[in-house]
């Protein structure tokens, strides 16, 4: 019962209080908004540790059955980052002095890793273009036509590629001035105006929608009629 | 003729990935450059700052990591360019925890140029747990989030920094972007508090904050490598965004090649069968 | 002398108007401070360099300097005061070679209000908000029918599973990234529920490599219930409904080696995706497969779109999930947002009505105003 | 400086290895993806406490006085309880703090999106359709809200609409489509000069 009924009763409260303070500025309810606001930021805190925990237990677990390098390599390298971390809090006062071994740490390790990781991304991105990428549909061919536009309109190149093409308008329609056509930055003004208005607009709707949505799982979790979050 | 796009068709990745490699590399091992077309909600961003007058104060959080450092990181450093050139005082705090030595190595690098001084031209806050609360809690009382600096001096110590109270002695708030949170600086600090925001985010990011410009929510709008390069362009020091863009142009061009080649062997394939 | 020269300054009157009042729609404690300082005395060669704001809780005496702006504001909130207590103030302008000083005015009294004015609009809306989700979701519950109309993608899935069938090729279908806790997993589920039962029907194998343990056993359960119903529970097994790794790219491997080597006719795509979408709908296209998708990652849909053959953008996976198996919660949010949605539709009418009308007739311009300061946020 | 070229060394290893996933996937790539996961744990628990728990509850609870000293126990517990979910028999317990921080959320959310996205959004909507810009402005939204609305069948003026919706829909995913493209080449570029300039020295 309580271990159901008391969690719900808090996220009511909370959830509650929160809204009505938004509207009611009077003592106690400006401060105690911001007496939670703090307490939230500290809780928060810990549920990043949460998953340490599971972390370590089924590293050492998958060791315990067998050997195996990545599971030690893993470990070692969390315990590694702790020590130093600590280390260059009592050597520097804090871990983030540039020059501690905790940063040293951050600039040969956390970056190329993290960054590579995601510049992947772009090979990948490159092969489906040339495999994958399809204008199957009448959908699919509006949207290949406008990724196209604002690729060639967000970049440098797409200036010189529209002077080709006026020069060549120019060499079809000699009354056409080539100086003048090939100021007009043709790939960025249609790429400015995708921008700012068709895709302003259907984002804007698109967001409306899913605004709604979230606003009912708000109200969901609040009132305790959506509580996936205890059972998990 | 069909061979050939039967072949084209069934080319192994792994020669993709070299053509996009040496496209990449190329441009930058001949050290190309190209001019930069500055747009709209760029010049918007950059005039609200460069309205600003000497001992303003502006905002910049670090939203983001490693991940997307090459988009956000030359924004960052041309931003404090600007900002220090023209004496204005800088807050620096983050919302991502792993971006957060990110921001402390740009102002080591930008202060130095300008002869800044810690404490008393820029501070760097570091970072909190659960960013939604502290972007309420600002609006009331940094101090309550903020009582030190990121090496734990009280901030209190730091002229500037005495008569910072809330959102309200921020001039501009610059966001960093590269996820959730400027939509958060602007649901927060924006609506409730009337704060003044420019948003710098990475290409992912940057299509989906159009609404919030229109709106008038955001008073700038820095996208990508190509927005880092134009706010570069006008600060008038080139850095690594502007020295990117070419290699950025040839790719984008190979990838649309990609497509297009792709779709002839497409079209040429299935009319046959 | 300095207080007789206080006194001189203060004959004079360099500023246009200064008025201080009660912060309005506060906790209390705070006074909010205006001035305009006289044209005549902003000049080029002695400009202000910025504001300084003096208090006291005396009329004459007393003053101590509180803070300052800089000269582009001419507004200043003083906080931290006590409420019911009289204060005065006096501005003064410092500029580069001489200072002005406003009278001093006063008294004024801090007070806290129960009530933020200016979130009038915020309060009715959440209000409306409340009770139209509550109201839908009760119905729903009550197991009241409420219409959804059919998603065209619907169609697109037996297609598919006919496909697969016809060319004697397995299914493949995958969660992506998403964990129970996920709506859209699901929403997916009942996606699922709908592919078994043909694939039961057909007979033909359907295979599930998963992300996540625990959608895999709520995988298990939904299809083995789905090939119970279609009268073929012999066809299940749950050999090819698997665990493959907790890790980003290795389950992008993972599925890659799976199409490869079983060559499905057809692939869904159904839940949570991030950038591993990409190496998916690749290897998917490359063996020749049918593939539908359906996400709420927004940044990867344009990718399923250019991808695949049919995509099921964004909600559009709920309306389909509620069509084939109505879901109380899910079912209530979604008419509760479709009334929603109506209203916003009408509001945009008429007010776009209004708007444009106004600019031909002046007269009702007070209408659109009256209307855009509903929708202003202060 | 010696301490810099290993370094250098150190993290061009590490992206060479998470490159070779190109070629195929890996032990080296299996490698540096679990140094990452183990560095980056270790990070989250430095973080935890030099910015949360010891500015936040340590040096407050030195410098505080009187009952606002004891008070900051509140969050401190509330803090640990959360740990309870390392223990199978005390699980149930976290769901005291995570459901304080839940309803905060949830909370929050509701008036933010009302207030920070629903309203200003919607009043910028309401434009004179004076430009062809406004017209296919409000035009471009109500049609896109209309697509996402399932309790009607797309049938004459309505499934023009929502034709005319998935329209404006495809171009946004396109422009969308060409900006997540721009931004991972971005990131590449960023890789590739680390390697050609930091590593090799080959560009300046």
Not at chain 3, 2 to 12: D, E, M, V
Not at chain 4, 98 to 125: D, E, K, R
């Amino acid at each position: 019962m309580i271990r159901t009924q008391l969690p719900l009763i808090i996220t009511f409260f909370t959830g509650m209080l929160l809204i009505i303070t938004f509207f009611i500025p009077h003592k106690p309810f400006g401060d105690l908004e911001q007496r939670f606001l703090i307490w939230y930021s500290i809780i928060s805190g810990f549920t990043v540790l949460l998953g340490l925990d599971s972390l370590v237990r089924y590293h050492l677990t998958k060791l315990k059955r067998e050997f195996n390098i990545h599971s030690l390599l893993l470990l070692f390298s969390l315990f590694l980052t702790l020590i130093l971390g600590f280390y260059s809090w009592f050597r520097f006062k804090t871990p983030f002095a540039l020059n501690s071994p905790f940063m040293y740490l951050y600039t040969y390790v956390i970056i190329p890793l993290q960054a590579t990781m995601f510049a992947l991304l772009a090979f990948f991105i490159a092969s489906a273009a040339y495999r994958a990428f399809r204008a199957r549909t009448f959908e699919a061919t509006l949207l290949l036509i406008a990724a196209t536009i604002v690729m060639l309109g967000r970049v440098p190149i797409g200036s010189y590629i529209w002077k080709g093409i006026a020069y060549i308008i120019s060499g079809i329609f000699p009354k056409i001035p080539y100086e003048e056509l090939a100021k007009k930055e043709v790939f960025a003004l249609i790429s400015d105006w995708i921008m700012n208005i068709p895709q302003n607009a259907a984002k804007r709707g698109i967001f409306i929608g899913t605004a709604l949505g979230g606003i009912a799982m708000s109200i969901r979790i609040i009132l305790g009629i959506e509580r996936t979050y205890i059972t998990k | 003729m069909k061979d050939i796009w039967i072949k084209l068709a069934t080319i192994d990745r792994r020669i993709i990935y070299l053509l996009v490699f040496l496209v990449v590399a190329l441009p930058m091992i001949f050290r190309m450059i190209m001019p930069i077309r500055v747009s709209n909600e760029v010049k918007m961003a950059f005039s609200e700052i460069d309205n600003l007058k000497p001992g303003s104060i502006v905002m910049i959080s670090i939203d983001y990591d490693a991940a997307s450092e090459p988009e956000l990181q030359p924004m960052l450093i041309a931003i404090l360019r600007h900002c220090f050139s023209k004496d204005i005082k800088v807050i620096l705090l983050g919302q991502w925890a792993l971006g957060l030595p990110l921001g402390e190595m740009a102002l080591n690098q930008v202060a130095k140029e300008y002869n800044k001084k810690y404490g008393e031209d820029y501070v760097n806050l570091g970072y909190r747990p659960g960013y939604t609360a502290l972007m309420v809690g600002i609006g009331k009382e940094i101090r309550d989030f903020f009582p030190t600096d990121y090496k734990g001096i009280p901030i209190d110590s730091f002229p500037f920094m005495r008569k910072v109270r809330n959102y309200q002695q921020i001039d501009i708030l610059v966001g960093l972007e590269a996820g959730a949170t400027g939509d958060a600086w602007v649901q927060f600090a924006g609506a409730r508090f009337n704060q003044k925001i420019i948003l710098g985010t990475t290409g992912v990011v940057a299509p989906d904050m159009f609404p919030y410009l229109q709106a008038k929510q955001i008073v700038g709008l820095i996208g990508g490598l190509q927005g880092a390069a134009e706010y570069e362009t006008l600060v008038k020091k080139a850095g690594s965004a502007i020295l990117g863009m070419p290699a950025q142009s040839f790719v984008h061009l190979l990838i649309i090649i990609f497509i297009i080649i792709g779709n002839i062997g497409y079209f040429i394939l299935r009319r046959r069968k | 002398m300095y207080f007789l020269l206080f006194i001189f300054l203060c004959q004079f009157n360099y500023f246009e108007y200064i008025k201080g009042y009660d912060t309005p729609s506060d906790e209390g404690g705070s006074i909010s401070l205006e001035w305009q300082i006289k044209e005549e005395f902003i000049s080029q060669e002695n400009p202000i360099k910025f504001f300084e704001i003096y208090r006291s809780e005396k009329q004459d005496t007393l003053f101590e300097n509180v803070g300052f702006v800089l000269s582009q504001y001419n507004y200043y909130e003083d906080k931290g005061l006590k409420d019911n207590k009289e204060y005065y103030y006096q501005i003064w302008a410092i500029r580069e070679r001489d200072t002005l000083k406003s009278e001093i005015i006063g008294p004024i009294i801090a007070r806290p209000q129960w009530f933020n004015k200016n979130r009038l609009n915020v309060l009715v809306i959440t209000i409306i908000l409340f009770v139209v989700f509550l109201y839908y979701i009760e119905k729903a519950r009550k197991g009241e029918k409420l219409f959804v109309r059919k998603i065209s993608g619907l169609d697109a899935i037996d297609d598919a599973v006919g496909r697969a069938t016809e060319m004697g090729r397995p299914i493949l279908f995958s969660f992506g990234l998403g964990f129970i806790t996920d709506v859209v997993t699901i929403a997916a589920l009942s996606i699922l529920s709908k592919i078994a039962k043909k694939a039961a029907e057909y007979g033909t194998r359907l295979i599930i490599p998963n992300y996540d343990p625990i959608v895999m056993t709520a995988a298990q359960e939904t299809v083995k219930e789905a090939y119970l119903e279609a009268g073929r529970p012999d066809l299940y097994k749950e050999g090819d409904i698997t665990y493959l790794t907790s890790d980003q790219f290795g389950y992008a491997a993972g599925c890659d080696g799976i199409i490869m080597r079983e060559k499905p006719g057809a692939i869904f795509w159904q839940g949570y995706f991030f950038a591993e979408s990409l190496i998916l709908a690749e290897t998917g296209h490359a063996v020749g497969a049918i593939q539908i998708a359906g996400t709420t990652a927004i940044t990867q849909l344009p990718f399923f779109i250019a991808a695949c053959d049919y995509t099921l953008i964004g909600e559009e996976m709920f309306a389909a999930s509620c069509y084939l198996k109505p879901e109380p919660q899910m079912l209530g949010s979604l008419k509760g947002e479709d009334f929603l949605k109506a209203i916003i539709l009408i509001i945009l009418v008429i007010s776009v009505g209004i708007a444009t009308l106004s600019v031909l007739f002046k007269n009702i311009e007070p209408i659109y105003q009256f209307i855009k300061n509903i929708f202003t946020v202060l | 400086m010696i301490l810099n070229i290993i370094g250098t060394w150190l993290a061009a290893t590490l992206t060479l290895a998470i490159f070779s996933f190109l070629y195929k996937d890996n032990p080296f790539y299996k490698l540096a993806e679990h140094i990452y996961v183990g560095v980056s744990a270790g990070f989250w628990v430095i973080y935890v406490w030099s910015f949360d728990i010891k500015p936040m509850l340590i040096d407050r609870f030195m410098t505080a006085t009187g009952i606002e000293k004891w008070i900051l126990l509140i969050p401190a517990i509330l803090g640990v309880l959360m740990l309870t979910r390392w223990f199978p028999k005390t699980a149930w317990i976290s769901r005291i703090p995570l459901s304080f921080t839940i309803g905060i959320g949830a909370g929050l959310g509701v008036t933010a999106s009302i207030q920070g996205f629903l309203i200003p959004q919607i009043g910028a909507t309401l434009l004179p359709l004076t430009t062809i810009n406004n017209i296919l402005l409000v035009i471009g939204v109500i049609s896109t809200i209309i697509y996402f609305y399932f309790s009607k069948e797309f049938k004459g003026a309505w499934k023009f609409f929502s034709r005319l919706g998935i329209i404006f829909i495809m171009v946004a995913f396109g422009a969308s489509f060409g900006y997540t493209v721009m931004a991972r080449i971005s990131l590449l570029i960023g890789r590739i000069y680390f390697l050609l300039h930091n590593f090799l020295g080959i560009i300046p």
